[in-house]
Each structure stands twice: as structure tokens, then as C-alpha cells.
């Protein structure tokens, strides 16, 4: 009788990993690899992909699963391929062709200009195709169940949008933007707005903040504690982009309880002008993260009993276990 396979030994990992998604997998299909190479492990995502798309996947082990909310607001990039002529249900290549045109296609220079209408904070309609949810129900389920999908509209940030390649009917384009942007939706969009139709044919994530799809490990090399080791990004690191401050013991306690501390000799090094909030990373002695707070330069005419000028407040705005 065939002995049972062994598990691989149990690792507890807290960390970030860099994840290149491949074309056809969904991202809980990453997470999944990543629960079968290390059991029993805490693993969370930020930002899906659908399936068509590739490119980049944050992945968070253990206490970094914590951290979500913190990376959510950073500035994504996407190469995004459009095509004109053709509208799909689904706003992609996945979807069935409901309209069709052969042309006459828009010169570069009008491409342009209409790109240039969808910049700054705008308002775009949610697609019917989306993991948004209405009634506990996800958007792409009351669509392929035939129910009604109410139309919603939300406010998005796109910081740039460049066009990389254009050669009638497609275009590759660049687009820079913030959380809640749905690049098939722009496409869509694109091609209402030039009267031809258009759908999304591919897409890829390539930065998220200050991370880069050359960076990550391919979905298809998930093997073992040791690649994603190697790949890993410490938690200490994760939120490298907010300033950072070391905090004896005892003030650490005071934050951990939920309470806010004040401080005043190493104030002068956190970069917070009177009145700005900022976020920071709270480090223990010995560089290990320990708390997100909020920073606050307190003014003395705000403050009963009056605050020392220059002097810092910092309030816990998440608390992490020891690691």
C-alpha cells in the first residue's frame, strides 16, 4: 500500500510577494498555487486581474494581509491594447461581438484628444461584467444569470494616458491611474466616443506603486518556500514609500493599546508640516514594523494643556502581532 504524500513543512511567512500573472488563470487561482506550495499559511491579494489580463499581483502572507488597505490607494500602470471597430457584452475578448464596424477609422491626432477627455477625476460607469455587488450579488453574476444590472457610476483618477502604438484599428496604449479604474470600460468608452465601438484585447499590469511586474515571480514558477523567499519583500520594506520611525518599548505598548503618543525629540525627523496628517510606518527598536499610524504636528493653540512646539502625535491607525 502507497504511503500518502507528506505535506511540505509547515512556514509562516509575513511578507509581500510579487506575483506576474499568466494569461488564463483567474488571481485566486494564484493564491491557491501559493496554499498548495505553503500550507496553512495566512495568503490574501490586492487588485484583480481577470483572467485574460496579465501582469502584476500583490500577494500578502500572515500579518502583511493587514496591509491592503495601505497599497490600494497607490498609482497602478497598464499596457492596454484596443481595438476599434468591434463592442463586446463584456467590454473585452472574452465577450460575445454585438456591434461591428469597418470604419472610417480616426486619425492619431483625434485618438489623442478624445484620450486627453478621459484624464483627471472622472465619473465611469461600473461594467455590467465587474466584481462589484448589488444585493450581496457580484455584478458578473446577475449578468451571465440574466437579472437586471443596475447602472452605477463611481468617481476614478487617471493621472496619463499615452498612446504607444497606433495602427488602424488597434491602439496600445499606456494608462496611469488610481483604485476603482476598469481599463475595459475606458475602451469601451473610447469607442462611444469616436462612433466606431471598441472592446479591450489585452491587457497587462505592469507597476503598482513603487513595484514592477520585472520584479515579481511568474504564476507558473510557484514551487516552494525558497522562490517565494527569494522573491519575498520583507514586512518592514512593504510600505517602504511612508516615512518611517523607531520607537522605544514602552511608547510601542502605548500605540499597540489603541492609545496616541506624543513625541518630541525624534519629531524633528518626520516630515509633517503644522497641521498635515501624514502615515507612517512605527518601527520597534529593531527595525521590525510594529504599527501603521496617522502623524499630526500638533500646534500649541490647538492643544489643552498647550503642546510644545514641534512636537508630534501619532495615532495608531493598524497594529501588527510580533513577528
Known amino acids: 500500500m502507497r504511503s500518502a504524500p507528506k505535506r511540505p513543512p509547515a512556514v509562516k511567512l509575513n511578507g509581500l510577494l510579487l506575483v506576474d500573472k499568466t494569461e488564463g488563470i483567474t488571481s485566486y487561482d494564484v493564491i491557491r498555487r501559493l496554499k498548495q506550495a505553503i500550507p496553512d499559511q495566512k495568503i490574501g491579494h490586492t487588485g484583480t486581474l481577470d483572467p485574460f489580463a496579465t501582469g502584476l499581483l500583490l500577494t500578502l502572507f500572515g500579518e502583511a494581509t493587514k496591509l491592503s488597505d495601505y497599497l490600494s490607494d497607490l498609482e497602478k500602470e497598464y499596457l492596454a491594447t484596443v481595438k476599434l471597430g468591434e463592442e463586446t457584452d463584456t467590454q473585452d475578448k472574452t465577450g460575445k461581438v454585438t456591434k461591428k464596424v469597418d470604419g472610417p477609422w480616426p486619425d492619431r491626432k483625434t485618438l489623442l484628444e478624445v484620450l486627453k477627455t478621459f484624464e483627471g477625476t472622472i465619473k465611469q460607469r461600473i461594467p455590467k461584467f465587474s466584481a462589484a455587488k448589488h444585493q450581496g450579488k457580484p455584478f458578473y453574476q446577475l ?162 494643556p498647550p503642546a510644545r512646539p514641534g512636537e508630534l502625535l501619532l495615532k495608531p491607525l493598524k497594529v501588527l502581532q510580533a513577528t
Open 143 to 304: 449578468a451571465r444569470e440574466g437579472e437586471e444590472v443596475p447602472e452605477r457610476d463611481h468617481e476614478v483618477e487617471v493621472h496619463r494616458i499615452d498612446v504607444l502604438e497606433y495602427t488602424p484599428p488597434v491602439a496600445r496604449l499606456r494608462v496611469l491611474c488610481g483604485k476603482g479604474f476598469y481599463v475595459r470600460a475606458l475602451a469601451s468608452d473610447l469607442g462611444q466616443k469616436l462612433s466606431v465601438g471598441a472592446h479591450l484585447s489585452e491587457l497587462r499590469r505592469t507597476k503598482w506603486g513603487p513595484y514592477k511586474v520585472e520584479a515579481a515571480l511568474s504564476a507558473d514558477a510557484i514551487s516552494g518556500p525558497a522562490a517565494i523567499f527569494q522573491k519575498g519583500v520583507a514586512m518592514v520594506d512593504i510600505l517602504s514609500f511612508l516615512p518611517a520611525v523607531k520607537l522605544e518599548e514602552e511608547e510601542l505598548e502605548i500605540l499597540r493599546a489603541g492609545h496616541a503618543v506624543k513625541l518630541f525629540k525624534k519629531s524633528a525627523i518626520v516630515p509633517v508640516k503644522n497641521g498635515e496628517k501624514i502615515r507612517m510606518r512605527v518601527c520597534d527598536i529593531d527595525g521590525n514594523l510594529s504599527v501603521v499610524a496617522e502623524a499630526e504636528r500638533s500646534s500649541p493653540a490647538d492643544e489643552i
